[in-house]
């Protein structure tokens, strides 16, 4: 690291510190969506970028998370990414065509499962690219897409919900800019707000050390990606993460503060 580069990581390490320390890592504007069915939403359609790829994929540490929580059958889920793309970029109509994708699954041993007819998910998680929702030029497209999709989802009975995604390591004020933009369209349209976001910079407040990102200061860290694990599991089942032996390699320790930053940040957007 060279020594100029240290006083812009203290500055920015400190402005993510007041930042939570000022909002207390809750969003402007409330949630009207608090939960879902956990008893009938059971299988997920992941439509996103590289945020949800990296590190073997968000959507399966998700389904190892449910399994060592031993509620029932693991949560599905099935990941739609394109590499650097915007919520738009995704023909979430084609998604959900009669035999195409969810019509099979993998299981135990590589086997194949055929899932049966009809509709293959109960909800599907959304998440923009990582500036659209705040951009000048595309904020307007990001609700537009999202009403747009959420409309699709619900003339099927899927239920929107939306990934709130986090700040760049070296933009912390992006924090709450997303928080505020992703919550507005989630009450707009009637869907959950899953509020990863919110969780980074609760964790980063509390352990500054911390490092969430991969080199880029864009992509999640494995602990950056279960993190945001833990916080959708708690959010899609309305049960805290707190305990669970899926630790992605992380340790006990390390897993379990991030597992308590997640509820507690959960606990804290939801007002509960």
């Not at 402007?28 to 073997?56: E, K």
């Not at 968000?58 to 693991?74: D, F, K, N, P």
């Not at 099979?104 to 659209?132: E, H, L, T, W």
């Not at 407040?205 to 494995?222: C, G, N, T």
Request: proline share 5%; aromatic share 10%.
């Amino acid at each position: 690291m060279s020594p100029s580069a240290v006083p812009r990581i203290i500055c920015a390490v400190v402005a993510w510190m007041l930042l939570a320390a000022s909002v207390g890592a809750v969003a402007q504007t409330r949630p009207v969506v608090t939960r879902l069915d956990a008893d009938t939403t059971r299988s997920f359609l992941w439509v996103g970028n590289s945020f949800f790829y990296y590190n073997n994929s968000m959507h399966g540490h998700v389904g190892a998370l449910s399994v060592a929580a031993g509620q029932g059958r693991a949560l599905r889920g099935t990941s739609v990414t394109i590499s650097g793309s915007g919520l738009d970029w995704h023909d979430m109509a084609s998604y959900l065509r009669p035999d195409g994708i969810g019509r099979y699954s993998f299981v135990g041993n590589n086997d194949i499962q055929f899932n049966k007819p009809g509709r293959q998910f109960d909800a599907v998680i959304m998440m923009d690219c990582s500036q659209c929702p705040i951009h000048p030029q595309l904020q307007s497209v990001f609700h537009q897409t999202v009403k747009k999709d959420a409309e699709i989802l619900s003339r099927q009975g899927i239920k929107p919900v939306l990934f709130m995604s986090w700040a760049y390591k070296d933009k912390p004020e992006m924090t709450q800019q997303l928080a505020e933009q992703y919550t507005l369209a989630g009450n707009a349209n009637d869907a959950l707000v899953i509020p990863a976001g919110l969780a980074f910079a609760r964790a980063i407040a509390a352990r500054p050390e911390l490092e969430l990102y991969q080199p880029d200061l864009r992509h999640p860290s494995i602990a950056g990606t279960y993190l945001a694990a833990v916080t959708v599991l708690g959010a899609v089942t309305g049960r805290s993460p707190v305990g669970n032996t899926y630790t992605a390699g992380l340790g006990s320790e390390l897993a379990g503060f991030l597992q308590k930053i997640a509820w507690d940040t959960l606990q804290a957007y939801y007002g509960q």
